[in-house]
């Protein structure tokens, strides 16, 4: 029974060779599916530069945004310091100014008027 079993298996699975149609059809159908690939990959090619110009330019526009950033914030901590120096040599002017005025007061206080050396 199971030579049986297998005189029929191999009868089954025997290698048959396939119709001159069915390799015609195969082939036509392995060609078509490469030409019909072809585009897409150089479709793909020529999308490479467009992606790396695209890439570079948010890069540089990155770059560029940072770089004016810096620059806006160094105009104004440079503008800050200068009104800062402002204020500091307006308040040694007003210090300068309030010193001579106790100066001369002090010096007027301590010397005796003109009338009072000469009758002396």
């Not at 079993?5 to 699975?13: C, D, F, N, Y």
């Not at 159908?29 to 790396?52: F, M």
Request: glycine share 4%; net charge positive.
């Amino acid at each position: 029974m199971s030579n049986d079993i297998e005189s029929r298996l191999k009868a089954a699975l025997r290698p048959v060779a396939p119709c001159t149609q069915f390799s015609e059809k195969l082939v036509a159908k392995v060609c078509a599916d490469r030409t019909a690939q072809i585009p897409p990959r150089r479709l793909a090619a020529a999308g490479r530069p467009l992606a790396w110009w695209l890439s570079a330019s948010v890069a540089a526009s990155v770059i560029l945004g940072t770089g004016v950033h810096q620059h806006l914030q160094q105009q104004r901590l440079q503008q800050s310091g200068l009104e800062a120096r402002r204020e500091v040599l307006e308040a040694l002017r007003m210090t300068s100014q309030k010193l001579n005025l106790a100066y001369e007061a002090v010096k007027s206080q301590a010397t005796p008027p003109a009338d009072e050396q000469s009758g002396a």
